[in-house]
């Protein structure tokens, strides 16, 4: 069975930090590219951030660059989400993604559709 398992998350003043991780079990995502996306209360799902396969790509939404960063760890299987100088408006779910079909070159996603398997979500709070 798979499984994606978020953690990190929390309540943090403006300007503070969190860093958000993502541990799948169950099969291996080495060989794709994995995700974050953020759902606030009232709002669709939106992208956050995308990694490749080796981690050598990235790509980050506009409303974050510069303040979060996407990395993961292919030996544990895990990807993480560092995100700095948080604004209220960074409050949401936080949902990890992982892509478990096409090629390992493939481009980074930033739609919920090209993502397969999700995580149950991990609530952030940023109070101003």
């Known amino acids: 069975q798979v499984q994606l398992v978020e953690s990190g998350g929390g309540l943090v003043q403006a300007g503070g930090s969190l860093r958000l991780s993502c541990a799948a079990s169950g099969r291996t995502f080495n060989w794709y590219p994995m995700g974050w996306f953020r759902q606030a209360p009232g709002k669709e799902r939106e992208f956050v951030a995308a990694?490749?396969?080796?981690?050598?790509?990235?790509y980050n939404a506009d409303s974050v660059k510069g303040r979060f960063t996407i990395s993961r760890d292919s030996a544990k299987n895990t990807v993480y989400l560092q995100m700095n100088s948080l604004k209220p408006e960074d409050t949401a779910v936080y949902y990890c993604a992982a892509v478990g079909r096409g090629t390992p070159a493939q481009a980074l996603g930033v739609t919920p559709a090209e993502y397969d398997y999700w995580g149950q979500g991990t609530q952030v709070t940023v109070s101003s």
């Open positions: 990694i490749s396969w080796k981690g050598g790509s990235t």
